[in-house]
């Protein structure tokens, strides 16, 4: 009774999983991102955010940028970086694979509304852009005394 459903052309669910699969390589979707707070396939640089009470820290691993060609702006909350990663030259020859970001790119991160947009600082170092942005004074919070 159940043979007809056991008994299938396994070619054509091959098939259905390489469409897909270039499905997702076209739109740059990964069924297989390891977390919620995973970005697409080919998202450059790489960040990392940190916060404490006095600061927010955020770090872009960009190497082989040059940081005097790097845009790095804050409006309100937002910080965005843009720049351009420049194409290795290669002398007669050709690529079989190219797995390196070439090519303009710009992220735009949402801070928390307490930072101070005039107290930033960037610094960039061995392919790490680190840029800290000061909390307000206002809105740390403060031992108030009883009497």
């Known amino acids: 009774m159940f043979g007809s459903l056991t008994n299938f052309d396994g070619s054509l669910f091959d098939q259905l999983r390489r469409i897909e699969q270039e499905v997702n390589e076209a739109f740059g979707l990964d069924p297989h991102l390891p977390g919620i707070r995973s970005v697409a396939k080919g998202t450059f640089p790489p960040i990392n955010v940190g916060a404490t009470p006095d600061k927010v820290d955020v770090y872009l691993f960009s190497p082989g940028i040059d940081p005097g060609k790097l845009e790095v702006s804050i409006q309100q909350n937002l910080l965005t970086v843009a720049g351009e990663r420049q194409a290795v030259a290669v002398e007669a020859g050709k690529f079989y694979r190219k797995e390196r970001f070439q090519g303009e790119f710009r992220r735009v ?38 009497r």
């Open 109 to 146: 991160i949402t801070l928390p509304d307490d930072v101070d947009p005039d107290r930033v600082e960037a610094s960039y170092t061995d392919g790490v852009l680190h840029i800290s942005v000061k909390r307000r004074e206002a809105s740390r919070p403060r031992q108030i005394e009883i």
